[in-house]
C-alpha cells in the first residue's frame, strides 16, 4: 500500500517562530489532507489540498502533486498550535483509504 | 451546522465482552469512515460505508463490524473483545466519498479494556 513519512517525528519551538512540517507519500493521490490533533485526541481539519497552495490565517499549505510531498507551514507559532500534526491521503489506485502518516508532534513553548 | 458526534465518549469493558460505538455524522453527509488510534499503530483505518453499503474494508478481524442506516448514522461493534482493543476510536463524515472530499472527524470514544 501507500506509505506516507512525516518529518521531522518531534519539534520543539519558542512561541513566535515559523516551522514547516512536511508529508512525503510513495504514490499519486487524489485526496491529502492537513489535521491538527488536539489535546483531547479530536482531528481538526486544517486544509484539504491534493495541489496546489492555500492559506489560512497563520497556516499555508502547498502540496506539489507530481513530486510527491505536501508542506504544512505554521508562522508567529502560539502556544495553542502544540499537538500533533498529521497528514492523510487518498490512493487514486489499489486499496482505496485515507491512510494517515505517523505524524510532528509540536510542542510551542512560551 | 453541528458537527460529527459519537457516543459514548468514554468506555470501559473487561475482556471477552462485546461494545457498540455510535456515530452521527453532519447533517447531509452521507459518507462515515471509522478508525482506531493506538499509541503503537497510529491511526488505521477500519470500514468505509457511504449510503448503507460498506465500500471498503481495513485489516481487521471479523470480530470488528459495523453498519450504517438510512439516516447516515453508523455504529461499530466489537465483539470477545482483547486488551489489545484499548484505542481511541474515531468517526469521520463527508459529504461525498472520502477519495475527493474532505473528511471531518468527531471527538472520539476511548475504550479501555481491563
Known amino acids: 500500500g501507500i506509505q506516507v513519512e512525516q518529518s521531522p517525528p518531534d519539534l520543539i519551538l519558542q512561541e513566535g517562530a515559523n516551522s514547516t512540517l512536511r508529508c512525503n507519500f510513495s504514490?499519486?493521490?487524489?485526496?491529502l489532507q492537513w489535521f491538527h490533533q488536539n489535546p483531547w485526541g479530536q482531528l481538526i481539519n486544517l486544509f484539504y489540498?491534493?495541489?496546489g497552495t492555500k492559506q489560512n490565517g497563520r497556516l499555508s499549505a502547498t502540496t506539489v502533486a507530481t513530486e510527491r510531498y505536501s508542506l504544512l507551514y505554521i508562522s508567529s507559532s502560539q502556544t495553542t498550535d502544540s499537538g500533533v500534526y498529521f497528514c492523510a491521503v487518498h490512493p487514486i489506485f489499489g486499496n482505496e483509504k485515507l491512510t494517515f502518516g505517523t505524524g510532528t508532534r509540536l510542542t510551542i513553548i512560551p | 451546522k453541528a458537527g460529527v458526534t459519537q457516543t459514548p465518549r468514554y468506555l470501559i469493558k473487561t475482556r471477552g465482552q462485546q461494545v457498540t460505538l455510535s456515530c452521527s455524522p453532519i447533517?447531509?453527509?452521507?459518507?462515515v469512515s471509522w478508525y482506531q488510534q493506538t499509541p503503537g499503530q497510529g491511526l488505521q483505518f477500519l470500514f468505509e460505508?457511504?449510503?448503507?453499503?460498506?465500500?471498503n474494508k481495513g485489516n481487521f478481524p471479523g470480530r470488528f463490524s459495523g453498519r450504517q442506516f438510512s439516516n447516515s448514522r453508523s455504529e461499530m461493534n466489537v465483539s470477545t473483545l482483547e486488551l489489545g482493543d484499548s484505542a481511541l476510536y474515531l468517526c469521520?463524515?463527508?459529504?461525498?466519498?472520502?477519495?475527493?472530499?474532505?473528511?471531518?472527524f468527531g471527538p472520539g470514544t476511548r475504550l479501555t479494556v481491563l
Open positions: 489540498i491534493p495541489s
Open positions: 469521520a463524515s463527508s459529504f461525498g466519498q472520502p477519495s475527493t472530499d474532505t473528511q471531518y
Open positions: 504514490d499519486s493521490v487524489n485526496n
Open positions: 447533517s447531509g453527509h452521507r459518507s
Open positions: 460505508y457511504f449510503s448503507e453499503t460498506q465500500r
